[in-house]
Every structure is written in C-alpha cells, then in structure tokens.
C-alpha cells in the first residue's frame, strides 16, 4: 500500500541554523500538506500546496517557512532560522483533492536547543 | 472563534466492550469530516470519515454518527482491542478553496484488559 514517506525521522538543530524537512507524497497525489504537532497538544496545519504554488496557509506559516517541491517526487519544508518554538512533529500529508482523505507521513520530530 | 474539540482527554474501557467517542465542532460551513487513530511516535491515520450530507456511515468495526443540529460527531469502535488504544483526534475541513484540516484535541483512549 503506497504511503507518504518523511526524512528524517528526528532532526537536531541550534538555535538560528536553517533546517529542511523532507517528504515524499504518494506517488499520484496532488495536493500536499504540512502540518506540525507540538508535544502533546493537537495537529496544527501550516499549509497546503499544489500545482507549484501554496494555495493556503495559516498564521504559524510565516516568513521563517518555505516551502518547495524541488523534482516529482519530494516536498520540502525550510525554516530559516529555527526557534526553540519550532520544536514540535512535522507532519507530511497529501491526497488526490481537496476535501478528500489525506494521508499522513510518520512525522519529523524537530528539536531545537 | 470556529474550533473542533472533544469532550473527554482519556477513556478507559474494557476490552471486548464499545467505545464512543465524542467531537463537538462549532463550524457550520465544515462539510467533510475525519477521525485519525494516532499511536505513540506515529503520524495520524486515517480511519474512517463522512460528508455534511450524509449522518451515518459504517466501517469495519467503526462506526462514525454526524448530528449537523448539534454539530456534533462521534466514533463508535466496536469490540475494542489492545490495538485499539492511541489518541482519536476528529478532524473538519469547510469549503470554499480552505483545504488544511482543523484537528481537535485528541482523546486517549485506554484499553483495559
């Protein structure tokens, strides 16, 4: 069963360094997602992406975030200058469309000291 | 403002026995609607969901009531195993082009043996 893939699994990083978390979405899917879960508390979205361009984002996205699909297959998201507030899960997720099922990658677990 | 969230943090059943469990969502426009299973360390997945047009719908061994009067939404699991016990986060996505999912807190459901 195709399922959506992320790397790493857990990133340590410094204060202030840049950090890229990796995805790669089901292979026919279209639409892509970041979502973030701090310890603890509920999953929180941070945006949507399709056809080369974000199509919706909340207000967690700021300028620190980016994100880019760089070939076919993968799907990143880049925080310039992480936070200690980064630190939380990154979720991956995608689907055929909007308002259909959307598939959840393992999660990157971003700590930063 | 417009929030999902459950009632109960924990619920602790009894193996073998049926668990609901319970979301409240204060969204009218939401028109589609999903319960993720999330276990320890993992991303959520996907167990069963249904449209605003619809009050009911079956899988294999949940069960998912939608009450658009009370806005209201609940997963029944049927003879609950050990397998069962993670965190049930209900999810809602409205229209108009607002595609990323807005989870509510998340119950931990407990299986006793």
């Known amino acids: 069963e195709p399922e959506v893939t992320q790397t790493p699994s857990h990133q340590v990083t410094q204060m202030g360094q840049e950090v890229i978390l990796r995805c790669v979405p089901i292979s026919n899917h279209l639409y892509f997602y970041w979502y973030r879960q701090i310890l603890g508390q509920k999953v929180e979205f941070l945006v949507s992406?399709?056809?080369?361009?974000?199509?919706?984002k909340s207000e967690i996205f700021d300028d620190q975030f980016s994100v880019e699909r760089p070939d076919g297959s993968n799907f990143t998201l880049k925080i310039r200058s992480t936070k200690l507030e980064d630190s939380a899960m990154y979720f991956c997720a995608s689907t055929t469309e909007p308002g259909s099922t959307q598939y959840f990658g393992p999660g990157t677990r971003l700590t930063v000291l | 403002g417009e929030s999902v969230g459950l009632h109960l943090p924990t619920l602790s059943v009894q193996e073998g026995d049926n668990s609901i469990i319970n979301c409240a969502y204060s969204?009218?426009?939401?028109?589609?609607f999903i319960w993720y299973k999330q276990e320890s360390g993992k991303g959520p997945q996907f167990i069963i969901d249904i449209r605003s047009n619809m009050d009911k719908r079956q899988g294999q061994r949940v069960t998912v009531l939608l009450n658009k009067t009370v806005k209201h939404l609940s997963l029944q699991i049927a003879a609950t195993q050990p397998g069962d016990s993670a965190v049930y986060f209900c999810?809602?996505?409205w229209g108009g082009g607002a595609d990323g999912l807005t989870f509510g807190k998340g119950t931990h459901l407990i299986i006793q043996p």
């Open positions: 969204n009218s426009a939401s028109d589609y």
């Open positions: 992406f399709y056809n080369n361009e974000i199509s919706e």
């Open positions: 999810a809602e996505n």
